[in-house]
């Protein structure tokens, strides 16, 4: 079924900074975000993207716009039509060790490295990552305003939560697979009732 004209226009205008270095000579541009940096519970996820020029996908947008099962839907499109994906990973100790925040540049990194493809730019969603070698842009909510930045949130997105989904039946009686290890009420109780688990970061506050 062809998608509505409008929608058309929204993921085109989603391109706008891919065309704009495209136009000086930039072949392969990756997105990079990440996904974890607020909860209690499990390691900080990136992915990195290389979209084709273009690349119309229907649905695609900031992951957070997204429904769960939308989002699942988006990752296998987007993992068959880029040119490539990686996803990177920061343990719960390396959190703790580190902070969440150079955690979160650490897992970028690893996204990065995990790519077939040597990007010639990388759109990064907020972060600026020292010592990259290769040129950057960080831009603020930039999984709103660029489809290789959405397309690496919902797989980012994607990877943590099917983790976490995972983590539920190791570590039960915390509702992982229902808040994915964010700070809810419920979760908060399950700390204090059960006490924090191998997975939480011990940094945070419970």
């Known amino acids: 079924m062809q998608a509505p004209a409008g929608e058309r226009e929204r993921v085109t205008a989603l391109y706008i900074w891919e065309r704009r270095l495209q136009r000086q000579g930039v072949a392969r541009i990756a997105g990079v975000d990440e996904a974890g940096r607020g ?31 939308r989002r699942r839907e988006l990752a296998t499109i987007i ?3 880029s040119l490539a994906w990686g996803i990177g990973w920061v343990s719960v100790k390396e959190i703790d060790n580190l902070n969440i925040l150079a955690a979160s540049r650490w897992a970028m990194w690893r996204a990065l490295t995990a790519l077939a ?21 960080p831009l603020v909510g930039g999984d709103a305003l660029s489809a290789s930045i959405a397309a690496a949130s919902i797989l980012a997105k994607v990877a943590r939560d099917e983790l976490m989904v995972a983590y539920d039946a190791v570590f039960p009686g915390y509702d992982l697979a229902g808040n994915k290890g964010y700070p ?12 924090p688990c191998n997975l939480h970061r011990r940094t945070f506050k419970h």
């Open 117 to 137: 493809i040597r990007p010639d730019h990388v759109l990064i969603d907020g972060l600026y990552l020292p010592g990259l070698g290769i040129p950057q842009t």
């Open 79 to 81: 993992k068959n039509e």
């Open 184 to 195: 809810t009420r419920s979760h908060r109780e399950a700390i204090r009732r059960l006490g």
């Open 39 to 69: 909860p209690l519970a499990g390691p900080v996820t990136a992915a990195a993207v290389i979209l084709p020029p273009g690349l119309f996908i229907a649905g695609l947008n900031d992951s957070k716009k997204v429904s769960p099962a």
